[in-house]
């Protein structure tokens, strides 16, 4: 996938692999994201030092990305390097060496950032939400893994991973820039030349499903001041034909500054800095979220507040006010997903990855404008629901948990977990 820009002598590089946390073993949590990250600390003869100066003298920018399904490996340079980057990039994806002092090293790393990131609380409330939601479910595994499952990795392991995933038959390439055509075939056809041609790699994920009723995971933290509170259900799926009613619907619920969320969160309690709902995307249906970070005092209030909102917007969706601001806020915000080519050609990629039509993004500002409310207010009745619902919270139990479940009608269940659990 390709567009051509000459503003700048810059181009931008993408190889997109589908192979994510979705495509692990259950016991190797982190595989994908280790494979990824080894690609630049050995590869066809060069050490890990040699790779980092190369990319230097180059003037580059070299990343990887590795999410539930996917993995990208990503760079940017001048035009004038392009092609020298591209063959150094080709060496790191077609033949890793995954020397096993290298992996060790990362490893330890990898264990390091598992530890620091429990000083995260957001990232703690996100990670106990999707646990719970998605339990026994692929998407409720960590993309970074546990450190039991990183400690258990091996060169071997990462070597397979490798040669299944990285293909030519499961590559997307993704390029814009100052580039032509010709151009930007020589680049793609460098990356891929050294890879087998493998075969495509399938979504092996089934409809993730929520039982009836309310459940709450306090992620137990001494000494908490203010929490950090998740709340998830079921959202919808991108080719689902109402998903476009219901990005409109969220953006008037918690979408946006002036979103019924954020003004009776923050605008009228100061309750929380901070208020938002969100609808995932994947291949399945994924999580709509509510997020807030209270205040210990204010936690509870802020809780049944939130339960509130959520069962009117489910039961009597939004006004026509609030549905006319957030489709002209949609409208006039768009023009940021789609102001540099790299942001364009990405939107490719993301079709092609998720399986959307051809036409999904440039029929999107007509399809958003053609929402009525009707169709926004089934949309929310038909795909979200309030009592189909996990609320993950980051708190110290001991003076919070109770008041916590107190704020949930009709719970069915509390679990205490603490903060350093994997």
Same mark, same amino acid.
């Given at each position: 996938?390709?567009?051509?820009s000459r503003?700048?002598?810059?181009?931008?590089?993408?190889v997109s692999f589908?192979?994510?946390?979705?495509?692990?073993?259950?016991?190797?949590?982190?595989l994908a994201?280790?494979?990824?990250?080894?690609?630049?600390?050995?590869?066809?003869?060069l050490?890990?030092?040699?790779?980092?100066?190369?990319v230097?003298?180059l003037?580059?920018?070299?990343?990887?990305d590795?999410?539930?399904?996917?993995?990208?490996?990503?760079?940017?340079?001048?035009?004038r390097?392009v092609?020298?980057?591209?063959d150094?990039?080709?060496?790191?994806?077609?033949?890793?060496? /995954?020397?096993?002092?290298e992996l060790?090293? !990362?490893?330890?790393?990898?264990?390091?950032?598992?530890? %620091?990131?429990?000083?995260d609380?957001g990232?703690?409330?996100?990670?106990?939400l999707?646990?719970h939601? /998605?339990?026994g479910?692929?998407?409720?595994r960590?993309?970074?893994?546990?450190?039991?499952?990183?400690?258990?990795l091996a060169?071997?392991?990462?070597?397979?991973?490798?040669?299944?995933?990285?293909?030519?038959a499961?590559?997307?390439?993704a390029?814009s820039?100052?580039?032509? @055509?010709?151009?930007?075939?020589?680049?793609?056809?460098?990356? !891929?030349?050294?890879?087998?041609e493998?075969?495509p790699?399938?979504?092996?994920?089934?409809?993730?499903?929520?039982?009836?009723?309310?459940r709450?995971?306090?992620?137990?933290?001494?000494?908490?001041t203010?929490?950090?509170?998740?709340?998830?259900?079921?959202?919808?799926?991108?080719?689902d034909?109402?998903?476009?009613?219901?990005?409109a619907?969220?953006t008037?619920? @918690? @979408?946006?500054? +002036?979103?019924?969320?954020?003004?009776e969160?923050?605008g009228?309690?100061?309750? +929380?800095?901070g208020?938002s709902?969100?609808?995932?995307?994947?291949?399945?249906?994924?999580?709509?979220?509510?997020?807030?970070?209270?205040?210990?005092?204010?936690?509870?209030?802020?809780?049944?507040?939130?339960?509130?909102?959520l069962?009117?917007?489910?039961?009597?969706?939004?006004?026509?006010?609030?549905?006319?601001?957030?489709?002209?806020?949609?409208?006039?915000?768009?023009a940021?997903?789609?102001d540099?080519?790299?942001?364009?050609?990405?939107?490719?990629?993301?079709? %092609?990855?998720?399986?959307?039509p051809?036409?999904?993004?440039?029929?999107? !500002?007509?399809?958003?404008?053609?929402?009525?409310?009707?169709?926004?207010?089934a949309?929310?009745?038909?795909?979200?629901s309030?009592?189909?619902?996990?609320?993950?919270?980051?708190a110290?139990?001991?003076e919070?948990?109770?008041?916590?479940?107190?704020?949930?009608?009709?719970l069915?269940?509390?679990?205490?977990?603490?903060?350093?659990?994997?």
């Open positions: 996938m390709f567009e051509s503003e700048l002598p810059l181009v931008s590089v993408s589908a192979g994510g946390a979705v495509h692990e073993a259950p016991e190797q949590g982190g994201r280790i494979v990824a990250r080894m690609l630049r600390r050995g590869a066809d003869g050490r890990s030092d040699a790779i980092e100066i190369a230097d003298e003037g580059g920018e070299l990343g990887v590795v999410g539930l399904g996917v993995t990208s490996i990503y760079f940017e340079c001048l035009s390097s092609e020298a980057l591209s150094l990039v080709a060496r790191l994806l077609a033949r890793p060496t /995954f020397a096993p002092d060790g090293r !990362l490893l330890r790393q990898t264990e390091s950032e598992i530890v %620091a990131a429990r000083d609380d990232f703690l409330a996100s990670r106990a999707r646990r939601m /998605f339990a479910h692929p998407h409720g960590r993309v970074g893994g546990s450190l039991a499952s990183v400690r258990a060169p071997d392991d990462a070597r397979r991973f490798h040669a299944r995933h990285y293909t030519r499961n590559a997307i390439v390029i820039g100052d580039l032509d @055509g010709p151009g930007a075939e020589r680049v793609a056809a460098t990356l !891929l030349g050294a890879l087998p493998g075969e790699i399938a979504y092996p994920v089934p409809e993730p499903t929520l039982p009836e009723g309310r709450l995971v306090c992620v137990d933290k001494p000494e908490r203010q929490t950090q509170m998740v709340l998830g259900t079921l959202g919808s799926h991108p080719e034909d109402d998903h476009i009613a219901l990005i619907a969220n008037a619920f @918690g @979408g946006s500054m +002036s979103s019924r969320l954020f003004q969160v923050r009228k309690r100061g309750w +929380s800095y208020a709902s969100s609808l995932g995307f994947a291949r399945v249906r994924e999580a709509f979220t509510m997020w807030t970070a209270p205040a210990v005092e204010d936690a509870a209030d802020c809780l049944a507040l939130e339960l509130g909102l069962r009117d917007f489910c039961r009597e969706g939004v006004a026509q006010a609030e549905l006319d601001h957030a489709q002209s806020y949609l409208r006039r915000s768009y940021f997903e789609i540099t080519a790299r942001k364009r050609v990405g939107q490719a990629v993301g079709r %092609a990855l998720l399986g959307l051809e036409d999904y993004h440039a029929r999107y !500002l007509e399809r958003i404008a053609s929402v009525t409310r009707e169709q926004a207010n949309a929310v009745r038909r795909r979200l309030d009592d189909r619902l996990w609320v993950s919270v980051v110290t139990a001991d919070s948990a109770a008041a916590l479940a107190g704020a949930i009608p009709d069915v269940e509390t679990v205490v977990v603490p903060f350093d659990a994997e």
